[in-house]
C-alpha cells in the first residue's frame, strides 16, 4: 500500500455526512436511507452491504451512488491491505458513473474532486483530474467552484491562493453557510483565530439572532481554546434558537458544548450534555465516541 493511498483512508472518513453540516429536518425515507442509517451507527460492513443491495435495486439512481460511494470509502478504513485499494475504486466509481448520469451533481463532483486531491494514480487519483473537476464544478456553481479551487491550492500548499479563493467563496455564497465557514476553517487552521472569529462576529452585530454565527463562535472558541466560557455560551444560545435549515443539529450543539466542557475540565457536565445528545440523536457518532472514550478511561 503506498503512502499516498494511505493518506486517503482519513480523508474518505471525511466525505462522509458529518456532524455540524446536516440538515436540521430529517428527510424522507428514500432508497439511500438503509446505506446513511449504517453510517450513522458506525458500521461499515453494514453500509457496504446496504449500497450493494440499493445498488442492485436501483442502480442508476444517483442519490444511492453517491452514498454508495461514502460507504465503500468508509469500508477502506477497516479493510485488510490486500483490499484496500478495491474499496476505494468502489467508492470512485460510484461517484464516476453519478456524475455521468447527471452532470449537475454538485455533491458526487464534489467528492470526487477530494478523491482526485488524494488518491494515488493506481486507484484514479490526480491534481490535473482535480482541476478538470473544479473547472466543471465552477461552470454549475460559482460559490462551489471557489471552494473547489481552494482545496486545490491548499493541496499545493499555496495559502495565499487558497485564501483568496475562499474569500470568494465567502464573499458569493447566497446561504451564508459553507462559503464563511470555509474562510474561518482556512484562518484557524493558520491560527489567525481572531481574523476567524471576526466573520461572524460582523454577522452578529448586523443580526444577533444569526443562529450560524453563534454555532461557529463557539466552534472556533473550541478548537482554538480561547474564550472557552464565552464558547459554552455560544453553543446554549443556539440550543435556544431556531434551529436553521441548512445548520447544525441540537445534538451536534450539545456534543461540541461537552467537548468545551471537558476543555474546561467540567467531565461530568460534559458526560451530561453527550447523554442529551444521544437523547436528541441516538445515532449520533462524536456524542457515542466521546462517552465510549470516557468510558475505557
Same mark, same amino acid.
Given at each position: ?5 494511505? =493518506? ?32 450513522? $451507527? ?41 483490499? $484496500? ?84 467563496? =465567502? ?30 462576529? $460582523? ?75 444521544? $437523547? ?18
Amino acid at each position: 500500500m503506498t503512502p499516498r493511498f494511505s =493518506a486517503l483512508l482519513p480523508a474518505l472518513v471525511l466525505l462522509l455526512a458529518a456532524p455540524d453540516a446536516r440538515p436540521a429536518n430529517p428527510e424522507p425515507a428514500r432508497p439511500s436511507t438503509p446505506i446513511r442509517a449504517a453510517l450513522e $451507527k458506525g458500521d461499515p460492513d453494514g453500509a457496504a452491504a446496504a449500497a450493494d443491495a440499493a445498488l442492485r435495486a436501483a442502480p442508476k439512481d444517483t442519490d444511492v451512488l453517491l452514498w454508495a460511494g461514502r460507504a465503500y470509502g468508509q469500508r477502506a478504513l477497516s479493510a485488510s491491505v490486500f483490499t $484496500k485499494m478495491s474499496w476505494a475504486r468502489k467508492c470512485h466509481e460510484a461517484w464516476e458513473k453519478a456524475v455521468a448520469i447527471d452532470p449537475s451533481f454538485l455533491d458526487a463532483r464534489s467528492e470526487l474532486l477530494r478523491y482526485y486531491l488524494m488518491a494515488p494514480g493506481i486507484v484514479g487519483g490526480g491534481v490535473e483530474k482535480a482541476r478538470e473537476q473544479a473547472a466543471r464544478i465552477a461552470a454549475l456553481d460559482a460559490t462551489q467552484g471557489h471552494l473547489a479551487r481552494g482545496r486545490i491550492a491548499e493541496h499545493e500548499k499555496d495559502p495565499p491562493a487558497a485564501e483568496a479563493e475562499y474569500r470568494k467563496a =465567502a464573499e458569493t455564497d447566497p446561504k451564508r453557510v459553507e462559503g464563511p465557514i470555509a474562510l474561518a476553517t482556512f484562518l484557524g487552521g493558520q491560527k489567525r483565530w481572531g481574523e476567524a472569529r471576526a466573520i461572524f462576529e $460582523k454577522r452578529l452585530a448586523v443580526d444577533p439572532s444569526d443562529a450560524i454565527a453563534v454555532y461557529q463562535l463557539g466552534r472556533i472558541a473550541l478548537f482554538s481554546g480561547e474564550d472557552l466560557e464565552k464558547g459554552l455560551a455560544c453553543f446554549d444560545r443556539y440550543l435556544a434558537l431556531p434551529v436553521p435549515e441548512d445548520g447544525p443539529t441540537r445534538a451536534d450543539a450539545r456534543w461540541r458544548k461537552g467537548l468545551t466542557l471537558e476543555k474546561l475540565g467540567k467531565t461530568p457536565a460534559a458526560i451530561a450534555e453527550y447523554r442529551e445528545a444521544l $437523547k436528541e440523536n441516538p445515532g449520533h457518532r462524536g456524542a457515542k465516541r466521546e462517552l465510549e472514550r470516557l468510558k475505557a478511561a
